[in-house]
């Protein structure tokens, strides 16, 4: 069993317990909002796919925020028992079960106005893998669209919690002379069953990483920044909380071709 099909058993079993224990909304959605509308103001029909969706609470968040849009919403998870909540909530929406780079290769051109990854970017257990799943949210957006990455962050607060496997992804990346990164960690979440213990692959970024995997993928209109405890915009790793990645796609004109 992979990284990703772990993953996928994890939030499979923990499906309900997760819908359960996640209704209010993510204090980053109020920063997505901002976004739509600036970027939208005047546009009613906004395409979103979102990736990582889980079982679609940004998608009741949106509706309820600004009624006025008519969002065109698509949902990707690897968890088949997520998307079945999603179904059950939200039958108007379209759900897919699929990891979000597999999904992506398959989209056409401009598909999308919006395309948002929260808290999910950050388990693709590769740099190939973020760099492809960056190409391709590159080319399905529209030429006015965006995307947005929220992940968590290697934090005083985060040291503290999950220093046990810090120190064991730091032995790994020795053993293995750099295969694994001292980045890559495998994190402990106790499942409904108090006996039964699950580890999930988080890669964690820093804004430089993010902004070299973006620049490559040809993102030229790049606004990023911490969130730190009380979900204020900060330049300062260790007082935050999660990274914000805000990603316009940009129009290169070559001036010699003209």
């Given at each position: 069993m992979n990284f990703l099909e772990r993953l996928a058993d994890y939030y499979d079993k923990e499906a309900e317990k997760f819908h359960r224990t996640r209704q209010r909304h993510r204090p980053e959605f109020d920063i997505l909002a901002e976004e739509i509308r600036r970027r939208f103001s005047r546009k009613k029909n906004i395409r979103i796919l979102e990736l990582g969706c889980g079982s679609g609470r940004l998608l009741g968040y949106l509706q309820k925020k600004m009624p006025k849009k008519q969002f065109i919403y698509t949902g990707v998870d690897i968890s088949r028992g997520l998307?079945?909540?999603a179904k059950k909530d939200y039958p108007d929406a379209t759900w897919k079960v699929n990891n979000m780079t597999s999904f992506l290769s398959s989209t056409n051109q401009e598909s999308y106005d919006i395309?948002?990854?929260?808290?999910?970017?950050?388990?693709?257990?590769?740099?190939?893998m973020r760099v492809t799943t960056a190409n391709h949210i590159y080319r399905?957006?529209?030429y006015d669209g965006f995307c947005f990455l929220t992940n968590w962050s290697d934090s005083k607060r985060f040291r503290q919690r999950f220093r046990r496997s810090i120190y064991t992804a730091l032995r790994k990346s020795i053993v293995s002379f750099g295969i694994y990164r001292p980045n890559d960690l495998f994190l402990p979440r106790k499942s409904d069953k108090k006996d039964k213990i699950f580890f999930r692959?988080?890669?964690i970024f820093t804004l430089q990483e993010l902004e070299k995997i973006a620049k490559i993928s040809w993102f030229g209109d790049i606004h990023q920044f911490y969130l730190d405890s009380e979900w204020k915009q900060t330049h300062t790793k260790n007082d935050s909380r999660n990274s914000c990645s805000i990603r316009g796609k940009s129009v290169f004109i070559d001036n010699d071709n003209e």
């Amino acid at each position: 069993m992979n990284f990703l099909e772990r993953l996928a058993d994890y939030y499979d079993k923990e499906a309900e317990k997760f819908h359960r224990t996640r209704q209010r909304h993510r204090p980053e959605f109020d920063i997505l909002a901002e976004e739509i509308r600036r970027r939208f103001s005047r546009k009613k029909n906004i395409r979103i796919l979102e990736l990582g969706c889980g079982s679609g609470r940004l998608l009741g968040y949106l509706q309820k925020k600004m009624p006025k849009k008519q969002f065109i919403y698509t949902g990707v998870d690897i968890s088949r028992g997520l998307i079945n909540i999603a179904k059950k909530d939200y039958p108007d929406a379209t759900w897919k079960v699929n990891n979000m780079t597999s999904f992506l290769s398959s989209t056409n051109q401009e598909s999308y106005d919006i395309v948002i990854a929260i808290a999910s970017f950050h388990h693709l257990p590769s740099f190939r893998m973020r760099v492809t799943t960056a190409n391709h949210i590159y080319r399905s957006l529209s030429y006015d669209g965006f995307c947005f990455l929220t992940n968590w962050s290697d934090s005083k607060r985060f040291r503290q919690r999950f220093r046990r496997s810090i120190y064991t992804a730091l032995r790994k990346s020795i053993v293995s002379f750099g295969i694994y990164r001292p980045n890559d960690l495998f994190l402990p979440r106790k499942s409904d069953k108090k006996d039964k213990i699950f580890f999930r692959y988080y890669h964690i970024f820093t804004l430089q990483e993010l902004e070299k995997i973006a620049k490559i993928s040809w993102f030229g209109d790049i606004h990023q920044f911490y969130l730190d405890s009380e979900w204020k915009q900060t330049h300062t790793k260790n007082d935050s909380r999660n990274s914000c990645s805000i990603r316009g796609k940009s129009v290169f004109i070559d001036n010699d071709n003209e």
